[in-house]
């Protein structure tokens, strides 16, 4: 629940969930309870835990913008932190857990009339009850007058359920406060407590950097590396910061950059990124920009500005709650007034007391519990299905897409590199070829060779090979059973004067080409393979109303128009770094679209912020991507897109349904109570029963089928494909 002392309460939450992820964690502006909404900075909400949570005096901690700032040492909240959290570790479910018993107790004590169960005992009774659960309400409450914002729903829920006191109804007050309290706490355990955290993105900057000044090496920060300067990598270090190849060629791992698990071979004077990793040999680089301007420093900001756009979306009860409380509020007040003047028999008592049963009556309680427990039902459902959302705010914006946005390695397709072809040269054997090749690879490491080596399998076993020297940004060269082989690029060709076919040139996917005794013998073609159910997944995905679906990847333009067309993709883009990206999902939005964003590489992490729906392929996805994300696909099964929409118009439904209930019920009741024709009985059955039924009604969510597309169920995910079979296919 939002901050009752603020003006702008739903402003404030808003801003709060954007701009500080790592203190309000993955839940929305209807998971928050009153004291959790007002946690200062620095506070997970709700059940912030202290144990272990000091912060030495003097630590420094980097935010996301690469800015450092001083913690307060000690964690102390003198001065102002009001909060409360309750004991370290206590459970959130003792004190509605005693309430209930000391409710049920006096029910009991009630119906059979116990002797001493009467006058202060009986009121102290369930006053100890009612407070355990409502003093928190009741707080918030009188804290939102001085700010203004008066008619909330703390306001009704404290007047009609003190009402229900001041008439003697104690077990109804008791109860409709302990209702309330159990519909906050199922909204906080409907959302895994998985911060919406990027720290993982600094983990991928380097500490340090080795700076090469006047013959002497020299280890800085690379915030005090100058423009100008050459640093040096030493393989299996990250690069500090962006530059040129001061002397090529050098193997680096780009994937915290592109996605793409292919490493890329540089040469001398062509630019190096930071956090590209080297990968073979020692090198040296030209530092061509400082710190605050490298191409990762630029995705963390990134992030950051992406979050701070997020759309936002308000939870009906909210606006709801500001027009109808004050409503409410006042027919019960001239329910006790206006018979003065018209009744000939009027008694204050009389009227006080139908003003009293309205108020109970009018409680939003089926409402205030139905609504939130009914995303909770939908966010039960996705997690049986293998998603994760991380806030129902996002089964709202989930049901209004109209544009799908991929990446294409590691969501679309299966992220690991196999043989798609092998092209013999004229009169070579494909078999002999294979066998040579495949015997002469397994000296590599590099992931395309790797690939190579599990498709020849067990033919390569046991082949001699000897004298074998790999060239860097070339491929290898060796003797295999006495035979000459060069296995790599077209260019480790040309290198050795070997003459290949011209139509060599024009193949789009990662090749091998391959050459035995100087002789052109064929090549090899390796590729990411799409997923089971990536086509299933455009299928459904267009037959669910989405009018857009494009494909974004840092892979080779021509690799991905041949995926897009195989899939069947509206449209597709690539050779992108982030930054592309994020513009191309910033044009969409610009245009109207509401989009989804589905990705699974750090490089995603700032597109899936951007986003109005960021999803993650949590499976194989980065640590980065996932926190950043707010929907999780933990099978790293594409299709569970459409499953998740699926599920979201469900959810809708039945929570459309539950507010319906309310209304109707508890117009007619709120007529007969005014009339003097409904008790307390009817109250309850319009409060609490109403909320009884909207509960049940809410659990049909996750008992629903959504196995077939049309039906509110998922599609069936494609099987799942282990690199292993992978390699082969």
């Known amino acids: 629940m939002p901050d009752p002392t603020s003006p702008n309460t739903n402003e404030e939450l808003n801003t709060a969930k954007q701009a500080k992820l790592e203190n309000v964690g993955a839940l929305s502006r209807d998971q928050l309870t009153p004291e959790a909404a007002a946690a200062p900075e620095g506070h997970d909400v709700p059940g912030h835990d202290h144990a272990g949570h000091d912060h030495p005096a003097g630590k420094r901690v980097v935010d996301l913008a690469g800015k450092a700032a001083d913690e307060h040492a000690g964690h102390d909240h003198a001065g102002g932190d009001d909060h409360d959290h309750g004991p370290v570790g206590a459970n959130p479910y003792l004190w509605p857990g005693v309430a209930l018993v000391l409710l049920l107790g006096g029910i009991a004590l009630d119906y059979y009339k116990v002797g001493f169960f009467t006058g202060y005992v009986r009121l102290a009774w369930y006053g100890v009850a009612f407070l355990l659960v409502g003093w928190k309400v009741i707080r918030s409450a009188v804290l939102s007058i001085p700010s203004g914002n008066i008619f909330n729903e703390f306001l009704l829920m404290s007047i009609a359920t003190l009402g229900a006191f001041a008439i003697g109804e104690y077990p109804e007050g008791v109860a409709v406060m302990l209702f309330y309290t159990v519909g906050e706490l199922f909204q906080d355990a409907a959302v895994n407590r998985a911060k919406r955290s990027i720290r993982a993105l600094l983990e991928i900057q380097a500490t340090e950097v080795t700076v090469l000044r006047d013959g002497q090496s020299l280890v800085l920060d690379p915030k005090a590396v100058q423009l100008g300067d050459v640093i040096e990598v030493r393989p299996g270090e990250k690069v500090a910061l962006d530059g040129t190849l001061a002397k090529g060629p050098a193997s680096f791992n780009t994937a915290a950059l592109t996605g793409e698990s292919a490493p890329q071979t540089k040469q001398t004077g062509e630019v190096v990124l930071a956090g590209m990793i080297n990968q073979e040999s020692l090198v040296q680089v030209l530092v061509t920009a400082t710190y ?294 910033q044009e969409y939005k610009d245009a109207g679209r509401k989009l989804a964003f589905v990705g699974d590489g750090v490089n995603d992490a700032p597109v899936v912020a951007l986003a109005d729906v960021g999803i993650a392929m949590g499976g194989l996805g980065s640590d980065a991507t996932i926190e950043t994300a707010d929907v999780v696909i933990q099978t790293d099964h594409p299709s569970k897109i459409a499953t998740a929409r699926r599920i979201a118009r469900a959810t809708h439904s039945v929570v459309w349904q539950n507010i319906w209930l309310a209304f109707i019920v508890k117009g007619i009741v709120l007529v007969l109570g005014a009339g003097g024709l409904a008790t307390m009985w009817e109250a309850v059955f319009a409060d609490v029963g109403v909320a009884l039924l909207a509960i049940l009604n809410a659990v049909r969510i996750q008992r629903m089928d959504y196995a077939t597309p049309g039906t509110g169920g998922p599609a069936p995910a494609g099987p799942t494909v282990s690199p292993a079979q992978a390699t082969q296919s």
């Open 292 to 585: 605050q301007d490298t191409k990762l420093a630029k995705i963390l900001a990134m992030v950051q500005d992406a979050v701070g756009r997020k759309a936002k979306t308000q939870q009906f009860i909210t606006k709801f709650a500001k027009v109808y409380t004050p409503i409410v509020v006042l027919l019960a007040v001239l329910l006790v007034l206006v018979p003065y003047f018209v009744v000939d028999d009027y008694v204050l008592r009389t009227w006080l007391y139908r003003a009293l049963v309205f108020l109970v009556i009018s409680c939003p309680c089926a409402l205030v519990i139905s609504i939130p427990l009914g995303y909770f039902g939908g966010i039960g459902a996705a997690s049986k299905a293998g998603i994760l959302f991380k806030g129902s705010n996002f089964l709202d914006v989930m049901r209004e897409l109209d544009t799908v946005v991929m990446d294409k390695t590691g969501t679309l397709t299966q992220g690991v590199f196999a043989v798609q072809q092998v092209q013999p040269a004229a009169g070579m054997d494909a078999a002999q070829m294979l066998r040579l090749v495949g015997a002469l690879e397994v000296k590599s490491t590099h992931p395309i060779a790797k690939a190579v080596v599990l498709h020849v399998g067990a033919a390569a076993a046991g082949v001699p090979v000897e004298n074998v020297e790999e060239i860097s940004g070339h491929g290898l060269r060796g003797r295999v059973e006495g035979r000459d082989v060069l296995a790599g690029n077209t260019k480790l060709l040309t290198k050795f004067n070997v003459a290949y076919p011209a139509e060599v040139d024009q193949v789009f996917d990662s090749i091998v080409v391959a050459a035995i005794d100087g002789q052109y013998a064929g090549y090899l073609t390796v590729a990411d393979a799409p997923k089971a159910d990536a086509l299933q997944t455009v299928q459904e995905l267009r037959a669910d109303g989405i009018t857009k679906i494009v494909m974004l990847s840092g892979d080779k333009d021509s690799i991905t128009q041949r995926v897009a067309k195989e899939l069947g993709i509206d449209e597709a883009h690539g050779g992108l770094l982030p930054e592309d990206k994020a513009r191309y999902v």
